[in-house]
């Protein structure tokens, strides 16, 4: 039996959440207030002017692609980088000038698992529960809560450098949450995780935020922003280009596009996408090139009158219809619209992969212990 077939299931939530079920609403003071924040990297802005606040007990969704500087806000939010621009306060608490109020006050699962190999998760634990000033009694109860939680616990006394990348994600989680942070920060949690740990870790988020916490959660996986977020700020070139729930920011869009066409394409090599766009004009068109070599096609459209003309453009540009249908927008959608691209998730069988820029494309093994 392999350790990860021995790691205990998550208690398991249904995968529609239903949206604070137990009577908690999200709302209250604000935890983050963020104005006009600005990184820059030489002339390069990263992060340009932006201004929001994440309530208490909220979930706040920070969607964008790879690049969209959404761990570099992270990063200036949990004071491990400093704005070139901008105010920011966690917890009532600037986060440059009471940088050290605001760290005992915040949780960080970052992009790479902070984990000591060549110690047991409990000794891992003690020792980052130390370094937060806790007293060992405090380290002890809290070690054993949540690795219970994170279904850890008979665990506890094995080398971390023996788990799977799952197993040390769920130690590396404790670990952030071991000092009981108001707000937990969890950047691109999921990423290149296994999809029993991935649905696992979704669950435990959603657990945490109907306890209350304030989380801020950032990822490229659209169905995993609309999962758990209760408001989504897409980020794009630095800037939040919209911020709302997802509810609304589908709303929004089915006001003005009714209709998602899909298609897949039989295609001749070459411009489909140029050819397919001079045809169509007026309309957002996405087109990706599958891995079985077909072509993907997505139109947002203001009604179904928009399929005869789309259709006929596919016949004018050489290619066949292997697939049509109509969708409900998305989130994705919501994206597309406002940004002209779509994000891609991980490149899987079947799955779409970019004609153009190379969106959340990062290789799955990027997540390292130490
Ligand atoms: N230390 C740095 N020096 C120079 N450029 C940087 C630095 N850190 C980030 N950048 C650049 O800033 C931009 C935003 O990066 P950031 O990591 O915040 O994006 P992201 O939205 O988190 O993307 P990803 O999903 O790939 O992590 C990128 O173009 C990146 O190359």
């Known amino acids: 039996m392999t350790q990860r077939e021995r790691v205990a299931p998550l208690p398991q939530i249904n995968a529609e959440p239903d949206r604070r079920s137990d009577g908690h609403v999200a709302g209250g003071p604000a935890d983050i207030v963020v104005e006009g924040l600005t990184k820059q990297f030489g002339s390069f802005v990263a992060v340009d002017h932006v201004s929001f606040e994440v309530r208490r007990g909220e979930v706040f969704g920070f969607l964008g692609p790879n690049g969209a500087g959404k761990s570099t806000t992270i990063r200036m939010l949990t004071t491990l980088l400093r704005p070139t621009a901008g105010t920011a306060r966690v917890g009532g608490w600037d986060v440059v000038h009471d ?152 709303r929004r869009l089915a006001e003005t596009h009714q209709t998602v066409i899909e298609m897949t394409l039989d295609a001749p090599s070459g411009e489909v996408e140029t050819r397919l766009k001079e045809a169509l004009p007026g309309l957002t068109v996405d087109v990706a090139l599958t891995a079985s070599g077909t072509v993907h096609v997505k139109v947002l459209a203001p009604s179904s009158d928009a399929i005869a003309p789309v259709v006929q453009a596919v016949a004018a540009v050489g290619a066949h219809i292997v697939q049509l249908h109509t969708v409900e927008p998305t989130l994705e959608d919501v994206f597309l619209h406002l940004t002209g691209h779509q994000i891609r998730d991980e490149v899987s069988a079947g799955a779409p992969v970019t004609a153009g820029r190379a969106w959340g494309r990062r290789a799955a093994a990027s997540r390292t212990g130490r």
């Open 99 to 250: 940088a050290g109020r605001v760290r005992s006050r915040i949780g960080l699962v970052a992009e790479r698992i902070i984990l000591y190999d060549r110690l047991s998760a409990a000794e891992n634990l003690r020792l980052f529960g130390r370094l937060n000033g806790m007293a060992d009694e405090a380290i002890r109860a809290a070690t054993t809560r949540w690795l219970t939680r994170l279904g850890m616990i008979e665990w506890e006394d094995k080398l971390v450098g023996t788990f799977s990348t799952g197993m040390k994600q769920r130690v590396n989680i404790a670990r952030a949450l071991l000092h009981q942070p108001q707000v937990l920060f969890l950047d691109e949690p999921t990423l290149g995780l296994d999809p029993q740990t991935t649905r696992a870790i979704r669950s435990f988020i959603q657990e945490l935020r109907d306890e209350g916490m304030t989380i801020v959660l950032t990822t490229h996986q659209m169905a995993e922003a609309e999962m758990l977020s209760d408001r989504v700020a897409i980020i794009d070139h630095g800037r939040i280009v919209a911020l709302d729930t997802p509810e609304a920011l589908k």
